[in-house]
């Protein structure tokens, strides 16, 4: 049985509600700090004063393209710059679902090579937003996270109609190359889901709830 130390760390410890106020933010940092979850995930306006705050106590990440993902690679490369520059470490990158629903794959594949060199040896983790695709748009976004070397596939950004399922994790598994990781989001409400997703395979899993649901409680949102 995985002890709740070993589950934390493997978490994501997340707060992207556009409402999110500063004393959230720092109670997050604090819960991240006295947990050691893996990393923080935080809306890009809030790194700065994160970094300048809790420095090298915490791992920063953030989003870019989120939650829709149809901005332009050039506004995507822009956000990945001033993160990095602000102080954060890793990036959670949301595709051009249009793309993937027009097929047009290579495309895809592209902007996700552009913003891999962005973030010039940090972890890049690309959210495909399982809840719109189809098994084969699935299956190609495996295949153009593992062709371009991404660090992490991520299953969903939260804010879609759907979070993480078990049965993509497994898909992922089957079609991701041996160096890509996978992070479940979404959808993650208890302890069991917890354990259950990381014995799947997730080496992440975003949530705003994980101290929570340690204790016994449900998840709520994200």
């Known amino acids: 049985m995985m002890t709740d130390k070993e589950i934390l760390s493997h978490i994501d410890h997340t707060l992207l509600k556009p409402f999110a106020k500063w004393e959230d933010i720092e109670k997050l940092c604090d819960e991240a700090i006295e947990y050691q979850t893996a990393s923080v995930c935080i809306p890009p306006a809030y790194i700065k004063r994160v970094n300048d705050k809790y420095g090298d106590k915490i791992n920063i990440c953030t989003v870019v393209g989120f939650p829709l993902g149809y901005s332009v690679t050039a506004?995507?490369?822009?956000?990945?710059?001033?993160?990095?520059?602000?102080?954060?470490?890793?990036?959670?990158?949301?595709?051009?679902?249009?793309?993937?629903?027009?097929?047009?794959?290579?495309?895809?594949?592209?902007?996700?090579?552009?913003?891999?060199?962005?973030?010039?040896?940090?972890?890049?983790?690309?959210?495909?937003?399982?809840c719109f695709l189809t098994e084969e748009e699935k299956i190609a976004m495996c295949k153009a996270v593992t062709n371009v070397g991404a660090d992490y596939i991520k299953t969903s950004t939260g804010f879609g109609t759907g979070g993480a399922t078990i049965e993509d994790i497994r898909l992922f598994k089957q079609h991701i190359g041996a160096n890509v990781k996978m992070k479940a989001a979404g959808g993650v409400k208890t302890k069991e889901d917890l354990i259950m997703f990381l014995e799947a395979g997730c080496d992440r899993i975003g949530t705003s709830s994980a101290v929570g649901m340690l204790k016994g409680a449900e998840a709520q949102g994200y």
């Open 75 to 130: 506004a995507k490369v822009a956000e990945i710059e001033q993160a990095l520059a602000d102080g954060c470490n890793e990036i959670d990158m949301v595709v051009n679902i249009s793309d993937v629903k027009n097929g047009d794959y290579d495309k895809v594949e592209e902007e996700i090579r552009t913003l891999k060199k962005a973030c010039k040896g940090h972890i890049l983790k690309v959210i495909i937003e399982t």
